[in-house]
């Protein structure tokens, strides 16, 4: 990579912030200008300038003076809320890197206005929980580019930085990173769903919920479910909240909707969010491995196993 790339993260959540992070400090190691960090909120790219080496950009405007651009957002509405402002600001061959959970359709719609302007669009969402963004261990889900050129301008950015593994899809359709993060994250909930169906199951049965742990630890050890189930034995979902419900249901409406496209049926999924709108609605937006209170209820547990009903 040429020193004198410079290049831009906007969105600096609990993901955005780790991974511009890395890539502050793997653009220092090339010698390269310092990452131009964008957040809405200015105070967390001050904050991270303060422990990485980056600079502070202050506008949209200034983060477009970027060759490439990182992007990382909360959802579909600030996706589209920023790249109807930047991409008209891009230079000619700006690389557009977005990392941003969003729908298919909406990434097929900026990948054409990124084309119109000039600009090259890459969708490279990623799976992994903010613990393994961190650690610099999530997995990279790229689509688009157009040509092998454009993505061995970014990949070295990404892959050992941000995470060690990169599936690499189709370069025309930026859409296929998004259906497969989207299933993905079915996984995700429906572990989350059956996890808490088997915790509640063996409490409510009497051989109780921290033996059924101890068996996720023997037969699947070092897996999600043993995570999941650690939060629903401890109750920790309450004060750790790794992945809030309303962030999961964002999800799960994009994941419902590429069914509905796809002709699929998801009973797991329809499970997972009728539970989880129960606990929103009666408990709060707490971490999505809660939905384990509701099953509880239902079984006449106390939604916390703090008491017996």
């Known amino acids: 990579m040429s020193p004198t790339v410079q290049c831009a993260y906007i969105g600096l959540g609990a993901m955005g912030n780790a991974m511009a992070g890395h890539i502050a400090q793997k653009l220092s190691s090339l010698g ?8 809405r909120t200015q105070a967390r790219a ?84 903010p613990i393994k963004a961190k650690s610099g261990d999530l997995t990279v889900l790229m689509a688009g580019g157009e040509s092998a050129e454009i993505r061995g301008k970014v990949l070295p950015l990404l892959i050992p930085v941000v995470g060690k593994k990169v599936i690499e899809l189709g370069l025309q359709d930026v859409a296929e990173s998004l259906r497969l993060k989207l299933c993905g994250n079915y996984f995700v909930t ?10 509640t199951l063996g409490e409510a049965s009497g051989v109780g919920q921290d033996k059924v742990r101890e068996l996720l630890d023997a037969v699947f050890p070092n897996s999600l479910m043993g995570v999941y189930a650690d939060r629903m034995l401890k109750n ?35 499970a997972f969010l009728k539970n989880a709108d129960e606990v929103l609605e009666n408990h709060g937006n707490y971490d ?12 006449g547990l106390h939604f916390d196993l703090a008491e017996k009903k």
């Not at 429906?190 to 915790?199: L, P, R, T």
């Not at 939905?291 to 079984?299: E, T």
Request: hydrophobic fraction near 50%; charged fraction near 15%; charge should be negative.
């Open 46 to 129: 001050e904050a991270l300038a303060q422990t990485h080496p980056v600079t502070v950009a202050s506008s949209l405007d200034q983060v477009a003076t970027a060759n490439i651009i990182f992007s990382c957002l909360l959802n579909d509405a600030a996706v589209i809320e920023t790249l109807d402002i930047l991409i008209p600001l891009l230079k000619t061959d700006t690389i557009l890197v977005e990392q941003s959970t969003i729908s298919p359709a909406l990434a097929q719609k900026y990948a054409a206005k990124a084309k119109e302007a000039g600009v090259v669009y890459l969708a490279c969402p990623v799976m992994g929980p």
């Open 32 to 39: 390269c200008p310092p990452l131009l960090a964008f957040n």
């Open 236 to 270: 920790t979902y309450k004060d750790e909240i790794a992945f809030p419900i309303t962030t999961a249901k964002k999800d799960v409406a994009h994941i419902v909707q590429l069914a509905k496209d796809s002709g699929a049926k998801l009973p797991i999924t329809e």
């Open 190 to 199: 429906s572990v989350v769903e059956m996890v808490a169906e088997g915790m």
């Open 288 to 299: 999505l491995s809660s939905v384990v209170g509701n099953l509880r209820v239902q079984a």
